[in-house]
């Protein structure tokens, strides 16, 4: 296992984004149930949250919620909804403390009213800060938000705001749920499941993926520093040769 020390600081990645898997197994595997293997999660959430502010990772975006998981059973989303109101609630002065800012990206009008009041209560309370923006990924779906995009930039067409030859990558960016973001640069799934799950397909174009067996609620700080590491030792040639990038 890694530890901090192996980490160059110079060559952090700017954007790092998680998706959270394995927290039903966890609890299974256990014999409990998949709630508590999402309460379990939110530890795993905290510590992750303060290692990257620690570690200087300007920013961190979690898959808290997708807009498939409304397909689950009631008692679990409502489970999940609650628990995002607690840990808002619970967490905004770890968020102080490290000067973190809460961002949300995702169909926010479909959270119930109580998750939607908190989660804006503490982006408003945190506003200010700098060191890091937390962005919570809620009701989130790649291709919701690539559709929404296009009928904007389409309504923009019709009635003559911006003509189809001016449509570059430049303003699809500025349309999308992340336009105050930077690209992805390392992407890490848990639980041993490798894919993208609809999660910010436009955004990981040129992110390194990192996956780990780990289950969400065992992943530490550890775990973390070792996908750093390992996204250190990687070579990102953006389509170029090894020649261009080194020169
Ligand atoms: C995936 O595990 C996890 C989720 C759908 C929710 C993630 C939520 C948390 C970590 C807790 C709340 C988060 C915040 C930000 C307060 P899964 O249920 O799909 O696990 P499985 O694949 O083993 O069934």
Redo the contacts with the bound molecule.
């Keep these: 296992m890694e530890v901090e020390a192996n980490i160059n600081s110079e060559k952090l990645p700017q954007h790092v984004a998680i998706i959270?898997?394995?927290?039903?197994?966890?609890a299974?595997q256990k014999g409990l149930f998949?709630t508590i293997?999402?309460e379990n999660?939110?530890k795993?959430?905290k510590e992750t949250v303060e290692s990257c502010a620690r570690l200087g990772i300007p920013y961190l975006t979690?898959?808290?919620?997708?807009t498939e998981?409304w397909n689950r059973p009631k008692l679990e989303v409502d489970t999940?909804m609650k628990?995002?109101v607690s840990?808002?609630k619970k967490e905004i002065s770890t968020l102080q403390e490290n000067d973190i800012k809460l961002h949300a990206i995702g169909n926010l009008d479909a959270l119930p009213g109580k998750a939607k009041r908190e989660l804006q209560d503490v982006i408003d309370k945190t506003k200010n800060n700098t060191r890091m923006t937390l962005t919570?990924a809620l009701s989130y779906g790649s291709r919701e938000e690539l559709t929404k995009t296009i009928q904007e930039i389409s309504l923009k067409v019709k009635n003559n705001l911006i003509s189809p030859s001016s449509i570059d990558e430049s303003v699809i960016n500025n349309h999308l749920y992340t336009r105050d973001l930077p690209d992805v640069d390392l992407l890490i799934r848990t639980?041993g499941?490798q894919r993208i799950s609809n999660f910010l397909l436009w955004q990981i174009a040129y992110a390194e993926l990192h996956f780990t067996e780990t289950?969400?609620p065992d992943f530490t700080k550890n775990h973390l520093f070792e996908a750093i590491v390992n996204y250190q030792n990687r070579e990102r040639r953006f389509g170029k040769t090894s020649e261009q990038i080194e020169n």
Aim: avoid cysteine; proline fraction near 0%.
């Design positions: 959270m898997d394995g927290n039903g197994r966890w299974k998949r293997g999402h999660g939110t795993a959430v979690l898959y808290a919620f997708s998981n999940l628990l995002l840990s808002l919570l639980s499941e289950f969400w």
